[in-house]
Every structure is written in C-alpha cells, then in structure tokens.
C-alpha cells in the first residue's frame, strides 16, 4: 500500500538513504500520483546529501506531472486571535513590525 511505501521513504529521510527513497518514492508515485509529500521527502533527502541535480529533476518531474504542495503557513495566537501567515505573503500592514521582531528573536 503507499502508507507502507510512505513510512519507509520517511524513514528513509531520517537516515538519508537516496537508493531506498529513491526505490520508495516510485512506489509512492505510482500508487498515488496526485500526493506531493513523495515529492518533497525524496528532494529533501537529495537536498540533505548535497545532490542538487536531483533535487531539480524531482521538482521538475513535480512541475511536468502537475503535482502541486500546499504554500507554507504558520500561525500564531495574540490576544485570544489567531493570525495566519503564507509563506510569500507581503500583504500584512505589520510586516516589517513582524520582520524587526525576527530579527530581534535570532
């Protein structure tokens, strides 16, 4: 099944193995080809041992397949209000506000 697939390839991220993710992720891509989590945990486990080539070829096989992820977000709670913020978005008024405390919080 691809959750059996998936669990390996996710453990395959934990120990870098690109041969077993690679093997893995095929599995994963043929059994649900509209999931871009397989997509993601192989280009990370190429990311993380430096092979930058193959990081492009799976994203570009994401693109040409028309697999899409979901944008990035993170929310915080101020004042018993919940604020969510999309990876890119520059439309806050309190942006530079948020970026300066960023910085400060490094």
């Known amino acids: ?16 193995d690109t041969e077993r993710g690679r093997y893995a992720a095929e599995h994963v891509f043929k059994l649900d080809p509209g999931n ?3 997509y993601v945990l192989l280009s990370n486990i190429y990311a993380a041992v430096g092979c930058w080539d193959n990081v492009a070829r799976v994203r570009k096989l994401m693109k040409y397949r028309g ?14 209000r919940v604020h969510a913020f999309d990876v890119g978005d520059t439309s806050l008024p ?7 405390m960023l910085q400060r919080l490094k």
């Open 1 to 16: 099944t691809a959750t059996l697939w998936m669990t390996l390839l996710s453990s395959c991220k934990i120990h870098c």
């Open 36 to 38: 871009p989590t397989p």
């Open 67 to 80: 697999v899409m992820k979901q944008p990035g977000r993170s929310c915080i709670e101020v004042n018993k």
């Open 94 to 100: 309190q942006e530079e506000e948020i970026y300066a």
